[in-house]
């Protein structure tokens, strides 16, 4: 094992000048010591230049390029594997680190043993804080109200407002279920524990379940409104916006049915698949007439 304090893993797939400013601010904004630093990039086959141009202007980045998607699963795991960080953070190339960010998150883990995952702040480009980076696991109940739109209605509510935490003031570190796996940073010795990402799972539902594992172990996790990040929102997913939705609903689908399809009766089962292949339906529709 090297001495490296953090790994930090980017899966990237057509978007390389986002790559490459994701690549610049981890290695300017970060706040973690070049020597102490390990970043690994994994190439989905984007066939855009990123793969060149992380040769030519990061040389010392550990490169792995694929000759097909493996999906975000899969890439992540490969660069896992291969990772020798005490820390190991998995990061989207949507995103740019602001403000020492990463140091902020290794220092929280440094000072809460029993922390297993914690991530950060994601931002809009307005500099604007996103919902999606605290949020509860999708039990039917917590994802009923938020599909119902209940939480846009009651934000306040700690009954509707579970889904993205959006009763709580974000301004203070929570304590959450989940974190969004766009900025997830986990300790080596929880991984260990827990095990790798589920390849199940391509994407979507890969850091809620995850997540979950985490809990089931008695690790906690927390969100650490101080590591603040820029989020380019969903720039790989809108190359193919089809196939997006499709692998968004069937894989929560899929989540679904490992972790709660046993521990409810078969009614209660058979409405939530209506209502996956109703949200599926209703999103295409968009979709289709999006691009019309």
Known sequence: MSGHLLSVIVCSYKVRELLRDCLNSICQAGGIDADQLEIIVVD??????????????????????????RGF??????????????????????????????ALLTSFMEEHPAAGVCGGDGLSPELISQPQFTRAIPTPLVALYHFLGLDRFFPKSRR??????????????????????????VRRAAMKQVGLLDERFPMYAEDLDWCLRFSQADWKLFYVPAARFVHHHGQSS????VWSSKQFYLTMHSFYVKHFHHKYPAIVNALVGLGVL????????TVYLKIR
Do not use: H, W
Request: charged content about 20%; overall charge positive.
């Open 160 to 185: 509707f407002g579970r889904y993205n935490y959006t009763f709580a003031d974000r301004t203070n570190i929570l304590e959450v279920e989940a974190v969004s796996g766009s900025c997830m940073l």
């Open 278 to 285: 109703t949200g599926l339906g209703l999103k295409l529709l």
């Open 73 to 102: 699963s899969k890439a992540n795991n490969q660069a896992l594997r291969i990772a020798q960080g005490r820390y190991l953070l998995l990061l989207n190339p949507d995103m740019v680190v602001l403000d020492d960010a990463l």
């Open 44 to 69: 989905n086959a984007s066939g855009d230049g990123s793969v060149e141009m992380v040769r030519r202007e990061f040389p010392a980045v550990r490169l792995i390029a694929n000759a097909d998607n």
């Open 238 to 241: 809108r190359k193919n916006p």
